[in-house]
């Protein structure tokens, strides 16, 4: 290694000019298909739970205050910006944001409440959507996560537990 080489490799150095963005002052738009954190609509859920349920990082908590009002929390903390809840949604109810400066003094300011109103089957009373891709969730009852402690709790049965997915065949022997 010699003196020259260093010199050689400083004048390319200084010859390719400055390499940094100036980020504060001039921030770039983001890529078209950038996840921010998710923007939930309200007007649109359907009250599902789909995205709670497929949530990895169960930052969307649910419960069930009565028969008629279900509470959809997102709490914002560990997301990873994933998207499946924005897939999941039937409804397309949730939406990912561009927005990627989410930095803040206050952990409660990233979180979301939706408080929506289930409307209820006049013959059985229970709160019911019509057969869609939801069904393939195979989840019945009620949710009841710990909003006060904010967890994910899971209370809610499978269907193929007790009852059988696939009526036997009685098969005559001879």
Same mark, same amino acid.
């Not at 739970?49 to 169960?58: E, M």
């Not at 952990?107 to 006049?122: H, I, N, P, Y």
């Not at 193929?160 to 997915?165: I, K, L």
């Given at each position: 290694m010699s003196i020259l080489s260093k010199v050689k490799e400083a004048v390319i150095c200084l010859r390719a000019g400055r390499v940094t963005l100036p980020y504060p002052a001039q921030p770039r738009p983001t890529p078209p298909n950038f996840r921010g954190r998710p923007i939930f609509d309200a007007s649109r859920c359907i009250g599902c739970?789909?995205?709670?349920?497929?949530?990895?990082?169960?930052e969307i908590l649910v419960v069930d205050l009565c028969q008629e009002v279900r509470v959809l929390q997102y709490l914002g903390r560990r997301c990873t910006y994933c998207?499946?809840?924005?897939?999941?949604?039937? =409804?397309?109810?949730?939406?990912?944001?561009?927005?990627? @400066?989410?930095?803040?003094?206050?952990?409660?300011? #990233?979180?979301?409440? %939706?408080? %929506?109103?289930? &409307?209820?089957?006049?013959?059985?009373?229970?709160?019911?959507?019509?057969? &869609?891709? #939801?069904?393939? %969730?195979? %989840?019945?009852?009620?949710?009841?996560?710990?909003?006060?402690? +904010?967890?994910?709790?899971?209370? &809610?049965?499978?269907?193929?537990?007790? +009852?059988?997915?696939? @009526?036997?065949? =009685?098969?005559? #022997?001879?």
């Open positions: 739970a789909g995205c709670a349920n497929n949530c990895p990082a169960r998207g499946r809840c924005a897939d999941v949604c039937p =409804e397309k109810a949730i939406t990912m944001s561009r927005d990627f @400066e989410t930095a803040t003094d206050h952990v409660a300011d #990233l979180g979301q409440r %939706l408080e %929506l109103f289930m &409307s209820t089957c006049q013959r059985c009373g229970r709160c019911f959507t019509p057969p &869609s891709a #939801l069904d393939q %969730l195979k %989840l019945k009852g009620y949710r009841f996560d710990d909003v006060a402690h +904010e967890r994910w709790v899971f209370h &809610s049965t499978a269907y193929g537990r007790d +009852e059988p997915v696939v @009526e036997d065949v =009685e098969i005559e #022997l001879d």
